[in-house]
């Protein structure tokens, strides 16, 4: 897991990057002090992860990682706790109080782990999840999702009885939805295995809405088929 460090405090940012070299599979790949400089480097090389105070002369922190189309899991390290609700309105991964401890870092670190796995296991009973739609949260459960499409900059959540638009991209919301429900099938399309009910290697049928099926991730749909599912001939 990849990562950069952002605060305009030196002291905290050299104790951010000991933190960092002590797990071994976190990789940091730059440090700054100032987060306009550090905006170029985070669009080049596209982190899983990045730490960020919030309370900075060059830019607010709640500014800066609002620049970012592809913006990476959020951390937050500050002493103020007043900007948590902000935090909190732009999805942060969590918010870490100075003075920080290694045990606090650690669990930050472990809870963005879970996050990119997209194993469901951010959600306790693996059925649901709140989902924030224009400044509200939708209790959501997976079996009533047919597919999600990505528009520009945002994905639009296709059920059963409604829609919903998230403002995220396609690969952000894969990563925190359980691989064992949900397969991406083209650039654009990421579905409900549960609600396919026609299939092809070049498209698929989700409800009455015909899918298009990308080269690169036929093989892997089509591999999803338990064989003693399929009546033989």
Same mark, same amino acid.
């Given at each position: +897991?990849?990562?950069?460090?952002? *605060?305009?405090?030196? =002291?905290? /940012? &050299?104790?951010?990057?000991?933190? $960092? ?63 948590? +609700?902000?935090?909190?309105?732009? *999805?942060?991964?969590? =918010?870490? /109080? &100075?003075?920080?401890?290694?045990? $606090? ?129």
């Amino acid at each position: +897991m990849t990562c950069v460090i952002v *605060d305009d405090d030196v =002291y905290s /940012l &050299k104790l951010l990057q000991t933190y $960092a070299s002590k797990v071994p599979d976190l990789n940091l790949l730059g440090s700054f002090t100032n987060p306009i400089e550090a905006t170029n480097f985070i669009v080049s090389n596209e982190p899983d992860v990045l730490f960020s105070d919030i309370h900075m002369p060059e830019l607010n922190g709640i500014e800066f990682t609002k620049r970012f189309d592809n913006r990476p899991l959020v951390i937050f390290t500050t002493g103020f706790t007043e900007f948590a +609700m902000n935090a909190f309105e732009i *999805d942060a991964m969590d =918010y870490l /109080l &100075k003075p920080i401890t290694f045990e $606090a870092f650690l669990k930050a670190v472990n809870k963005a782990k879970v996050f990119l796995k997209g194993s469901g296991d951010m959600f306790p009973n693996g059925e649901y999840s709140w989902i924030r739609s224009s400044g509200k949260f939708f209790h959501i459960y997976y079996k009533d999702i047919l597919y999600i499409e990505g528009v520009k900059d945002y994905v639009m959540i296709n059920m059963q009885l409604m829609k919903l638009p998230v403002a995220m991209n396609l690969s952000t919301i894969h990563k925190q939805l359980p691989r064992s429900t949900f397969i991406r099938v083209h650039k654009s399309f990421i579905v409900n295995f549960e609600n396919i009910h026609q299939l092809s290697p070049d498209s698929l049928m989700v409800g009455d809405r015909t899918i298009p099926v990308g080269k690169t991730y036929s093989s892997e749909l089509l591999s999803r088929m338990p064989a003693d599912a399929i009546i033989k001939r």
